[in-house]
């Protein structure tokens, strides 16, 4: 339906694509970036493991999406199923919300380099990534277990 991600119970046999992320469950949103101020929202199923947040274009996919080789490329929050944390390729921020979110804001305000993420039931603030954006920037989406499942809801 392209407003929702969720792992297959069997691998799928794909072509090979250089846009297709390959060590890990990712994908990007279709619409990206390179101005202004943008929301979105995204619901999450399943506490099993996920993350959403935003990544350059020229993220590297055919790499785990952790690491020093991914330097700053993708910034986001999830859960492994136990705690929350926002994440860099070579950063990780524990969190403790308040309340167990289902729902997520993101805003990404492209000219002040700012990712920041709220709990979209109760606007309350969750974390803020500060960077340097220069080229197309996509929402991100990514799923770490079976079962889990991430909707885009704006």
Known sequence: DRRSVKLGERRQDLPENPK???ADYCVLGAQGFTSG???WEVEVG???GWAVGAARETARRK??????????EIW???????KYQALTATEQTSLSPSERPRR????????RGQLGFYNAESMSHIHTFNASF???IFPFFRVLAKGTRIKICT
Not at 63 to 72: S, V
Not at 76 to 82: L, Q, R
Not at 104 to 111: N, P
């Open 20 to 22: 297709r992320f390959d």
């Open 37 to 39: 101020r943008h929301y």
């Open 46 to 48: 399943g506490r099993r």
């Open 63 to 72: 790499e785990k999406t952790t690491g020093p080789h991914q330097k700053r």
């Open 76 to 82: 986001c929050v999830g859960t492994n199923g136990k």
């Open 104 to 111: 997520f804001g993101v805003y990404l305000d492209y000219e």
């Open 134 to 136: 220069h080229e197309r």
